[in-house]
């Protein structure tokens, strides 16, 4: 189970005869993703990996029946890549691409009203549905089968916490980057609200960081919508000074606001425990299961 | 990216937003002569500096004949400006702006930043001007108002007008109050901005709306399409390690402090700071090197950490995902062959914490290496510990 992808879903690779993305293509190949087309305009008839390269999505998507994309595209290209993919009338696109101007990603937004399409990123890992697939750039040696669900803003958090879980012998569900960025397909409730519907995913692990105040909407929103299923948590950016951007364009400190101290008090305030370092993520994720009575049906690997 | 006021107002000029007339100056002699040149019988002399605050430190005067523009601006150029903004080191002022005196009836605020929530471009107005929107925000939030802007359509003239009655701009000068507003608008579409601020907003004894300061900040990853923009960069205004790491493609941000990082990945990055202080220690830096960095990177973060005697301590805290542990052993090991003479040896003690993929044959590269001070860390928590203790230690 999991959420977003299986191994069944037929994923499209954009940007696929670019270095980066032949190099991840043949990673999620390996993974065991369902790689059935690549897009690089002008070099139909290619084949990267043994896939095969369209000048459009929508001819990848005739000739294929694909409903996912992943995009690799450079940034000044990318948010036309993703309308693309929407445009196609595909369910999913991941965005991995990073430093895409915020107002290409307004405009973006704009488009995808009323339609269909779900977008994660951009600026973000990707998906990993553990032994199913992976959409993007998550190593898949760690991260095991399980019952937790994985929702981050950072990629080498993901990473970082995906180990220390397996190392305390629990397992994933499924890992969504969300990304570093402002402005973006998918924010914590809506993938709160994936996890909260999926029978598989007993509970959520968040990793959230300074800037906005998506933290603090999402713990209200457990609150109201999610009381049976626990949720612990990690915030970067203790330290961080206001008005300066910490390496993520959406990691920021602004007005006063999206400071890691009021996203902390949000998510305690509503009985979610917050690692106090980075290092004891998995600790606390099982303090946290252990609270709920579910540590056991957790500890799958 | 942030410019100086004068920078800003000579780009919402260009758009048609109504500002005073003004010059900038860089030395006492040019203020004089633009003072001059302005001609109104008050003039104002700014100091221009990338932060707020300025008026209540004392950056901002008013003079009414020449004489005062000259002491003014031998007072103001070359002073170092301390404002709630600037942190207390302050900030050394090398430019000034001279400008002609507004006769100010009523002053007002006018901004537009992007929403996350909404991801729409926000226009936000309120009737207390000159005041930080903070404050505002905190002590009177009925007082703000907010537009939120389809990208097609653009700012509605619906929406500036409302907005243009909400804070109660006088009749008279409604129709010259949304103008300005579609004018700021389209500066801020236009040249990607991420803030666009006008505090205050003033309508004059004439009825004429200005902009009597401009805040303009723009979108880093939207430069390559606004080459005018680059251009206007003060490089002292910024930290000097944080243009060399810019220019070396390194994030970097200095946080004044002695124990050093260095970190794949802006989340870890940060997580890493806030476990050394945690432990007690002081965070010199934010630095994401990226995964896949090579030895010449590497090399010159180390640079950039201990240069000035900064970093008495570093801690290298790697997470190999899909980049591999050894690659980045390695190009410690040829880091510090590129900063010391010998090759042996760096000035700081180095604890590295390896983790993920080839985390042992990026260990036994750093044990085998002829390195001397590099220090394997067992786990993250144990490494952050190891490079507090040995930073104090050398205290």
């Known amino acids: 189970m999991g959420v977003l992808v299986n191994k069944d879903t037929k994923v499209i690779v954009q940007g696929i005869t670019g270095k980066q993305a032949t190099f991840h293509t043949k990673q999620m190949l390996a993974y065991g993703t369902k790689i059935v087309a690549g897009v690089t305009p002008g070099k139909a008839g290619q084949e ?184 612990a948590a990690f915030i970067s950016g203790r330290q961080a000074p206001p008005g300066k951007r910490m390496g993520h364009a959406g990691a920021i400190i602004s007005g006063g606001k999206g400071t890691a101290a009021d996203k902390i008090k949000a998510l305690n305030g509503v009985g979610i425990e917050v690692a106090d370092t980075v290092a004891h993520i998995g600790e606390t994720v099982v303090e946290t299961l252990k609270k709920a009575g579910i540590y056991d049906e957790c500890h799958t690997c | 990216m942030n410019i100086h006021e004068y920078q800003s107002k000579a780009v919402l000029k260009s758009y048609g937003v109504a500002v005073p007339e003004g010059l900038p100056a860089f030395t006492v002699e040019e203020a004089v002569e633009n003072a001059k040149k302005i001609g109104t019988p008050v003039v104002v002399v700014k100091a221009q500096i990338h932060a707020g605050g300025r008026g209540k430190a004392g950056g901002v005067k008013l003079a009414k004949n020449l004489d005062e523009v000259k002491n003014y601006a031998s007072e103001l150029l070359g002073k170092t400006l301390v404002t709630h903004q600037t942190g207390p080191e302050g900030k050394k002022v090398g430019r ?55 990208p097609v359509i653009g700012l509605a003239p619906f929406q500036a007008t409302r907005m243009a009655y909400n804070i109660n701009i006088p009749q008279p000068a409604i129709r010259k109050a949304t103008k300005l507003m579609t004018c700021l608008y389209n500066a801020f579409v236009g040249k990607d901005c991420s803030l666009a601020e006008i505090n205050p907003l003033v309508v004059t004894a004439e009825d004429d709306v200005i902009a009597l300061d401009a805040k303009l900040n723009f979108d880093d990853s939207a430069l390559f399409r606004h080459p005018d923009i680059e251009e206007l960069r003060d490089e002292s205004e910024e ?110 003690p180095v604890v590295v914490r390896l983790e993920g993929t080839n985390v042992e044959q990026g260990r036994k590269i750093l044990q085998d290496s002829p390195i001397a001070n590099v220090i394997m860390a067992p786990t993250m928590e144990g490494g952050a510990e190891e490079i507090v203790k040995r930073v104090k230690a050398a205290q």
């Not at chain 2, 004044?256 to 802006?266: S, W, Y």
């Open chain 2, 96 to 150: 000034l702006l001279i400008e002609a005196g507004s006769n100010i009836k009523k002053e007002y605020y006018l901004s537009f930043v992007i929403d996350r929530q909404t991801a729409r471009v926000v226009m936000m107005g309120s009737e207390e001007g000159g005041m930080e929107i903070e404050k505002v925000a905190a002590e009177m939030p009925e007082k703000i108002f907010k537009e939120y802007i389809d």
């Open chain 2, 239 to 348: 930290d000097p390690k944080e243009r060399r790491a810019a220019e070396a493609g390194l994030n970097y941000v200095n946080l004044g402090g002695d124990v050093a990082c260095m970190v794949n990945g802006a989340g870890l990055a940060m997580a890493t700071v806030d476990i050394i202080k945690h432990y007690g220690g002081e965070p010199a830096n934010f630095l994401d090197v990226g995964g896949d960095s090579s030895p010449e990177k590497i090399a010159e973060a180390f640079q950039i950490m201990l240069d000035g005697g900064q970093a008495k301590g570093i801690f290298v805290n790697i997470f190999g995902g899909i980049n591999r542990c050894d690659a980045v052993a390695a190009g410690i090991v040829e880091a510090a062959k590129i900063i010391s003479d010998d090759g042996k040896s760096l000035p700081v």
């Open chain 1, 48 to 231: 990267v990996e043994g896939v095969p390269v369209f000048n459009t999505v929508k001819d990848a998507v005739e000739a294929t029946g694909a409903t996912a994309s992943v995009v690799y595209v450079p940034a000044r290209f990318a948010a036309d890549s993703v309308m693309e993919a929407v445009d196609a009338g595909l369910d999913l696109v991941v965005c991995i691409t990073e430093h895409i101007p915020v107002q290409d990603m307004v405009k973006v937004r704009r488009y995808m009203e009323g339609k269909k399409t779900r977008l994660i990123g951009p600026n973000c890992p990707g998906i990993l549905t553990t032994d199913e697939a992976k959409l993007g750039i998550i190593p898949g040696n760690i991260q095991k089968k399980g019952h937790v669900g994985l929702v981050s803003r950072s990629g080498t958090l993901t990473y970082e916490a995906a180990f220390q879980l397996m190392n305390a012998g629990i397992g994933v569900t499924t890992a969504i980057g969300i990304g570093g960025d402002p402005v973006k397909g998918t924010d914590f409730i809506d993938a709160l609200e994936l996890f909260k519907n999926d029978p598989e995913t007993k509970a959520v692990l968040m990793i959230g960081e300074i800037g906005g105040t998506a933290e603090e909407d999402a713990a209200k929103w457990i609150k109201e919508n999610m009381p049976d299923k626990p949720v």
